[in-house]
């Protein structure tokens, strides 16, 4: 007999153990997929202890498509059948490094590495379940063409890096939905804003400034899980939500005209692990 199970990537960092928290609170079962098992345990055995739902921890590096696939056949070879998949994991790096496949590592983690792993699980997800992408306002800024996975130690920049990916999320979030509609499963995105995080952390000058100025006046981590978490009980699909409300995903990204090259080109990176 199968488990129902919520999967919440990058769930041992601010955001997504608020994500976790607010639905083992509401006595659901959640995965917490996380890359170092070791430090993320206890957040996992807290939250078990304070709230009634069933959380456990498996471990997902999404910087390895490797590990991606084998998260994928564990959940496969335990019979889950996942009502959300909350694709909440994410970087912003301020030096450029690479994943074991070579990618870029922004690219690789939040679009690369997320693409394969909702891929994969998208037959353990159940009719009228749900898909949830993490978006930011960065998105607007972002850059989708032929140069998507040239970014090198020459060129790179965190957020060139950061907003490309972000993009490209938007874009694979507009596209999945219309595809996963014949299923009756939801698939939008969920735009935390900024948030009181490790990652606004620019480890710049300018940073004690920054903190005085705009911390106090930016969302909290219980804050920002709100966008994920409204669009992870919604019926609508393709949707960008900010906070609980929403809006259809604009034509231009919808009809963007790189979206099939890009489409044809990650297929062609991850095939190995398809």
């Not at 959380?55 to 019979?79: C, K, P, T, Y």
């Not at 507009?174 to 490790?198: C, F, K, S």
């Not at 400034?209 to 969302?219: E, K, N, T, V």
């Not at 669009?231 to 979206?259: C, M, T, Y």
Request: glycine content about 8%; hydrophobic content about 40%; proline content about 4%.
């Amino acid at each position: 007999m199968s488990q129902t199970y919520t999967i919440v990537t990058g769930a041992g960092g601010s955001i997504g153990q608020a994500i976790t928290r607010a639905l083992a609170s509401e006595g659901r079962n959640v995965i917490m997929a996380c890359r170092n098992i070791a430090k993320d345990s206890p957040v996992c055995e807290k939250i078990n202890s304070q709230c009634p739902g069933n959380v456990r921890i498996m471990q997902l590096d999404l910087a390895s498509l490797d590990s991606v696939a084998h998260f994928a056949q564990a959940i496969g070879n335990e019979n889950i059948e996942i009502d959300a998949l909350i694709n909440n994991a994410g970087v912003m790096l301020k030096h450029h490094s690479t994943t074991q496949q070579g990618l870029e590592t922004t690219v690789g983690v939040i679009f690369v590495g997320t693409y394969l792993l909702t891929h994969l699980l998208i037959p353990h997800i159940k009719q009228g379940g749900h898909i949830t992408f993490t978006t930011s306002l960065t998105r607007f800024i972002g850059k989708v063409d032929r140069d998507f996975f040239n970014l090198t130690e020459q060129n790179y920049g965190r957020f060139k890096a950061y907003s490309r990916s972000k993009l490209a999320t938007t874009l694979l979030t507009a596209h999945l939905a219309q595809e996963l509609a014949p299923r009756g499963i939801h698939v939008n995105a969920g735009d935390p804003g900024v948030v009181d995080t490790g990652m606004i952390h620019m480890d710049a000058w300018f940073d004690p400034i920054a903190d005085c100025l705009f911390r106090p006046i930016i969302s909290n981590p219980q804050q920002g899980a709100v966008s994920a978490l409204s669009a992870s009980e919604s019926n609508v699909s393709g949707h960008i939500f900010e906070k609980r409300r929403h809006h259809i995903i604009p034509l231009k990204w919808r009809n963007h005209p790189q979206w099939q090259w890009l489409r044809e080109e990650t297929e062609r990176i991850i095939a190995p692990w398809r």
